[in-house]
């Protein structure tokens, strides 16, 4: 046998041999059976925990039921496993920057993010007025307020009306369904975002904000009251962790370039100010909102979510972090988790 063809051979083979032990490892982890009975077991654990309390800035989050606790895991194959509630609504809130802003990458390229609003974390509180000062609204994040409401201004679109289409349309090309508004959240958060308009309006200021601020914060303000259930939030969570593909819908939602970069940022700030505490005890990018969902993926296998309203003084679900870091360790899901050679 030629020298070549023989090192051809053994290469493949060796490559094989490799993908079988990995391919072999993760499919006994991530089977069928393990991923429902971990989901169960997280779910019984962590049901009676009645620590924390619903947002209540804003009027109609005090009034979301604090019972409501649903998991959802969708792998990147499509596959959906559930336990709990898994119907009742919530609305997105924060989660909604991250396919925000991943359309504004799509649209306009990563490097046009970096430097119309920026990528480092702040250091400072979600909707700090104090971060814009001190940068001169430079150096800002597309997950905290300032940030994603310029982010927002960025959507392609003549008028408020357009860029509203091309919101909602992301959201559910994510959610892999139309994602609808709940009303009574975006009338009570537009009647109530006084803090907003003064950041947008600071923005202008500094030529940090790229359309009208007052139509900028009220589109901000309606995304954020997009309503979503847990399988939602898990599927929209599966296309970032599928390279951009919706696994269930099979639909191409954003380029594999974009997710890389959409990512890193969800690392950084996905959190609130417990964004570095998260992804040292779970390793995954991740966003939270004050309705009481957080979503978290686990690039190339599968994205998880929780809703429960409760939350911690940092703004993020409690319950939701503690079902997911026993999940992902249960799993062996972080991904820094290395098995020695």
């Known amino acids: 046998m030629p020298f070549f063809k023989m090192n051809k051979q053994l290469i493949f083979a060796g490559l094989m041999i490799v993908f079988i032990i990995n391919h072999g490892y993760s499919q006994t982890i991530l089977n069928k059976q393990n991923i429902q009975n971990t989901l169960n077991e997280a779910f019984n654990k962590f049901k009676d925990v009645k620590e924390g309390k619903n947002a209540d800035y804003i009027k109609e989050l005090a009034n979301v039921d604090p019972n409501i ?29 991250v396919f925000t802003m991943a359309k504004v990458i799509e649209q306009e390229g990563s490097q046009f993010l970096e430097d119309k609003i920026g990528v480092n974390a702040t250091g400072l509180p979600f909707n700090s007025i104090v971060a814009i000062e001190m940068h001169k609204g430079d150096k800002i994040n597309p997950l905290v307020n300032p940030g994603a409401i310029a982010t927002t201004s960025l959507i392609r679109g003549n008028d408020s009306i357009a860029k509203w289409k091309e919101i909602q349309k992301i959201q559910s090309d994510f959610a892999g369904r139309e994602l609808s508004l709940n009303r009574p959240v975006y009338i009570s958060e537009a009647g109530d975002n006084l803090r907003n308009q003064a950041i947008a309006h600071l923005l202008l200021a500094y030529n ?46 954003v380029s594999q370039t974009t997710v890389m970069y959409t990512l890193p940022v969800m690392a950084t700030a996905g959190l609130y100010d417990n964004s570095g505490i998260w992804l040292f005890n779970s390793g995954l990018p991740a966003k939270s909102g004050v309705g009481g969902g957080i979503l978290a993926v686990c690039p190339g296998k599968f994205g998880i979510a929780v809703i429960s309203p409760p939350l911690d003084n940092s703004g993020n679900s409690l319950k939701a972090q ?19 050679k």
């Open 208 to 253: 940090r904000i790229y359309f009208d601020p007052v139509q900028a914060t009220d589109l901000y303000t309606k995304q954020c009251a997009l309503n979503v259930n847990v399988k939602d939030l898990a599927t929209m969570a599966a296309t970032l962790a599928n390279g951009g593909v919706n696994p269930v819908t099979k639909n191409k939602v």
């Open 69 to 97: 606790f649903g998991i959802a895991l969708v792998t990147a194959e499509g596959a959906i496993y559930t336990k709990g509630d898994i119907t009742s609504m919530v609305s997105i809130q924060s989660i909604s920057k």
């Open 322 to 340: 503690k079902v997911i870091q026993y999940v992902v360790e249960k799993l062996k899901a972080n991904p820094y988790w290395i098995e020695p």
